[in-house]
Structures are given as structure tokens and as C-alpha cells.
């Protein structure tokens, strides 16, 4: 992940899960040297599952992800 985004340099936003350990271990990682600065917002979903695959993750994860498209287009 950290090369396409060094590469890349697209605006980049992390969707996490609040829940599961390794969300929460994801969260910690893209906060710190050296992926400090390259994600340019975390979003978090109320759900344990890491694969957003619990019932009603699609819809949380969509609106998550339309989120950030649109802060994208402003």
C-alpha cells in the first residue's frame, strides 16, 4: 500500500472499521511515519467486521465511500 501511494500521490482516505483489531492496528500504522500525510482522512464505521460483511455494512460502507468521492469533487 505505501508504494502505490508514494507513487501515486492521489488524495487518499482510509474506511475503517471501529470494532476489529485489525482495523484498529490499520488506523495506528497510517497515522505514523511513513504513511504520515498520505492519507488525508480515516472515516470509521460502526461495525466489527474488517470485511464491512456484517448486515448493513454494504449500506454504511457505501455512504462511506460516496462521502469521500464527493469531498474528492469539492
Known sequence: MLQAL???RL???AILCVG????IAA???IRRWP???LIRATQTID???HTFA????EAMLLTAALSALAELEA
Open 6 to 8: 508514494l507513487r501515486h
Open 11 to 13: 488524495p487518499a482516505e
Open 20 to 23: 476489529d483489531a485489525t482495523a
Open 27 to 29: 488506523d495506528a500504522e
Open 35 to 37: 504513511y504520515e500525510g
Open 47 to 49: 461495525t466489527d467486521s
Open 54 to 57: 456484517r448486515p448493513g455494512d
